[in-house]
């Protein structure tokens, strides 16, 4: 598809979707529709219409996502979706999260910032790499369960390593067992399946402004209906009293711009119209293809198998100074990516979506060649 279809600059080589998304020109066009509509009248919008155009959203992104309209809410981004959950429990001294070395960092903080409020712990485990098993992930996870884990954190797909964590086999795992699962998938609806009745999380967060293409400030956040009565919004407003639902006590937050919520819709159109299963087969084709090739150029293991990785991958490249490569990259070549500083590996982190071709790759191939980011280096 071409990438006139998106508002990206022409002029970069765009191999980072995976920060903060990219939005299609027709799908932001009726972002904007929404935008003029609530300024033509924004007391019949916000006063008299929000809650019925919400229903309708929610009603096509639960169907999206298979689950039902109201057990899950619109909220900003997977951070607030994580802090909803996070700051809800009740969590006691001694208690255990339990989560992984992959995770974002701003949740990572958010997890701290709570544990040290209620002197609950937050435990990070390393997972041996490469990652080929889900069953040798699930084992090396569950080595630090203990008598007091009451959480497990994880990412569905993780943000420096983009990946895949086998969430199914975790989440059942865990109720057998009576812990609560709280699942990060900001980064993917829109790159994988995500069924939510078979994940059968206590909590999921999602973004749409990532890989579903959804304007910038649209994400979900679903729980569990046994959980719904206490989850705290992280404001209080007027439904916390007028409703009694865990919709009402969280959907309206003060006044604000819902355009992107409403938005999501078309999103899940537009990856509907364009095919969207065929798209994400093709981009991960053309990913293994350029991982390969990277990992030849710079002599360093494979983090996973093609089965634990979709659009987005990691790579880890010869030590060097990370801003440098980073500014030379974008200064010198007009490469748009990430570069990684992670347990004192460097990685570049690549994002194939449906505007990128192989020529992107060569071009970045290209470039780490001219900068030595090469095996020879090592
Ligand atoms: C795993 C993970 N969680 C959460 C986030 C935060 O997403 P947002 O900034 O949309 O809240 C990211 C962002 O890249 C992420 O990779």
Known sequence: MHKSLFLLDPQIVFLNHGSFGACPRSVFSIYQGWQLELERQPVEFLGRRIEGLLDDARAVLANYLNAERDDLIFVPNAT???????RSLRLQPGDEILTTTHEYGACDTTWERVCAKTGAVYKKRSIPLPLVSDAEFVEALWAG??????????SHITSPTALIFPVVEVCRRARESGILTVIDGAHAPGQIRVDLSEIDADFYTGNCHKWMCAPKGAGFLHVRREHQTWVEPLMTSWGYTHGDTFVSRQQMQG???????LTVPAAIQFLR???WEHVQAECHQQAIDLRDRLVTLTGLPALCDNDHFRQMFTVAVPPTDPAVLKRRLYD????????IEWDDRLFIRVSIQV??????GEQLLLALDKLGVTAQRV
Do not use: K, Q, S
């Open 80 to 86: 607030a979706g994580v802090n909803i959950a996070a």
């Open 145 to 154: 369960v203990t008598p007091r884990t009451r959480v497990i954190y994880l």
């Open 255 to 261: 006044t604000r711009d819902p355009a992107a919520y």
């Open 273 to 275: 119209e364009h095919h």
């Open 332 to 339: 010198e070549f007009r490469i748009e990516l990430p570069v």
């Open 355 to 360: 505007y990128n071709t192989p020529e992107d």
